[in-house]
């Protein structure tokens, strides 16, 4: 079965970093867009970052020249370096992979992220 795994959720002080990890088995790996969302209490889910099969990738605003997304498609893995860290961007990070043309979608459990002093 497919399984995406994330880990490396923490609690850090603003100004701080992280970089979270989502280990996937069950896919081949390379052919999967990856992506990154949160959802912080009582909010939506969005979209964080993506990560194409050609390693293109897409930030939403609140995050661009601060994180970078990046996939080692040997280890089946896609991170996320998440620098100059702010407390707005406290939420659950959640791993997604996705296959826009067999409409097949597939999401880990989720890593917390609070950044706070």
């Known amino acids: 079965q497919v399984q995406l795994v994330e880990s490396g959720g923490d609690l850090v002080q603003p100004g701080g970093s992280l970089r979270l990890s989502c280990a996937a088995s069950?896919?081949?790996?390379?052919?999967?867009?990856m992506g990154w969302y949160r959802q912080a209490p009582g909010k939506q889910r969005e979209l964080v970052a993506s990560?194409?099969?050609?390693?293109?990738?897409n930030y939403a605003d609140s995050v661009a020249g601060r994180l970078t997304i990046s996939r080692d498609n040997a280890k089946n893995t896609v991170y996320l370096q998440m620098n100059s860290l702010k407390p707005e961007d406290t939420a659950m990070y959640f791993c997604?992979?996705?296959?826009?043309?067999?409409?097949?979608?597939?999401w880990g459990q989720g890593t917390q992220v609070a950044v706070s002093s």
């Open positions: 069950g896919i081949v790996f390379s052919v999967w867009t």
């Open positions: 997604n992979a996705q296959r826009v043309i067999l409409k097949r979608s597939f």
């Open positions: 990560i194409s099969t050609s390693g293109s990738t």
